[in-house]
C-alpha cells in the first residue's frame, strides 16, 4: 500500500494479469477520493473516482473499492496490460470544506510483457 | 487549447535567481491549482485560485513563493531567489467545479544548480 512519506512501493505483474494497488488514506473527514495516474514525464491523468457514499465503483477495466471503516482505498485494474505501466497515486478531499486534494507518495506499477 | 499547458516545459536556473513558471488552464475552468512534486514523492499543494476569490495561499512554503491569476485565466508562478532545495516538477491543474476531477498539465521541472 501507500502512505504519504513512504518510499515508492513498487509492484510487478505478469500482463494480462490482474493488478491491486492499495491507499491508506488519512482523514476520515475525507469525502472525495481520486486515483490517477502518472507516467514518465507527464502530469497525472484522471483513472476513477468515488464518494464516501460509496463501496465500489467501476469503470473501463479499473473498479475502485473504498472501505471507510480502516480509512482503505483500492485501484483494480484488470487484464493488466503494458500501457498502464506507471506511477499510481490516490489522493483524498474533504468536499466543500477543502481547497485542496491530498495525495499519497504512489505506487510504482510495472506490467512484463 | 483542449488541455492544460505549461511553460517551460524544463527550467534551468542558477541558485538566487528568480523564475516564472506559466499554466494556461482549459478554457472556462474557474478553479486553477499549484503543486509541487518532488522526486519519488506525492504532489504537494502550494495555491488554489477559484474565480474572483482570494486565493488560497496556505500551501506555500515561503515568502518566496507567489502567484497569481490575471483575467481568471493564465497563472504564473513566481519563486524568488530560488534554493536548490525548490528543485522540483511543478504541476499546474483546472477544473470546471472546485475540487472535483482536476486536468493536470505536464508540469515545468525545474532544477536550481
Known amino acids: 500500500g501507500e502512505s504519504v512519506g513512504l518510499h515508492l512501493p513498487t509492484l510487478s505483474v505478469q500482463e494480462g494479469d490482474n493488478s491491486i494497488i492499495n491507499c491508506a488514506y488519512s482523514?476520515?473527514?475525507?469525502?472525495?477520493f481520486i486515483w490517477y495516474k502518472q507516467e514518465s514525464g507527464k502530469g497525472p491523468q484522471f483513472i476513477i473516482d468515488?464518494?464516501?457514499?460509496?463501496d465500489k465503483r467501476q469503470g473501463q477495466r479499473v473498479t475502485v473499492l473504498l472501505n471507510k471503516t480502516v480509512k482503505h482505498l483500492s485501484l483494480q485494474i484488470a487484464a493488466t496490460q503494458p500501457g498502464d505501466s506507471a506511477v499510481y497515486f490516490c489522493?483524498?478531499?474533504?468536499?466543500?470544506?477543502?481547497?485542496?486534494?491530498?495525495f499519497g507518495t504512489g505506487t510504482s506499477l510495472t506490467v512484463i510483457p | 487549447g483542449a488541455g492544460v499547458s505549461q511553460s517551460p516545459s524544463n527550467k534551468v536556473t542558477e541558485k538566487g535567481k528568480d523564475v516564472e513558471l506559466r499554466c494556461d488552464p482549459i478554457?472556462?475552468?474557474?478553479?486553477l491549482y499549484w503543486y509541487r512534486q518532488s522526486l519519488g514523492q506525492g504532489l504537494e499543494f502550494l495555491i488554489y485560485?477559484?474565480?474572483?476569490?482570494?486565493?488560497?495561499k496556505s500551501g506555500l512554503p515561503s515568502d518566496r513563493f507567489s502567484a497569481e491569476r490575471t483575467g481568471g485565466s493564465v497563472s504564473t508562478l513566481t519563486i524568488q531567489r530560488t534554493q536548490q532545495e525548490d528543485s522540483a516538477v511543478y504541476l499546474c491543474a483546472s477544473s470546471l467545479v472546485p475540487n472535483y476531477g482536476y486536468t493536470f498539465g505536464s508540469g515545468t521541472r525545474l532544477t536550481v544548480v
Open positions: 468515488i464518494r464516501s457514499n460509496m
Open positions: 482523514n476520515s473527514a475525507s469525502d472525495y
Open positions: 489522493a483524498e478531499n474533504m468536499g466543500n470544506t477543502g481547497n485542496q486534494f491530498y
Open positions: 485560485f477559484q474565480g474572483n476569490s482570494a486565493p488560497d
Open positions: 478554457s472556462g475552468h474557474t478553479a
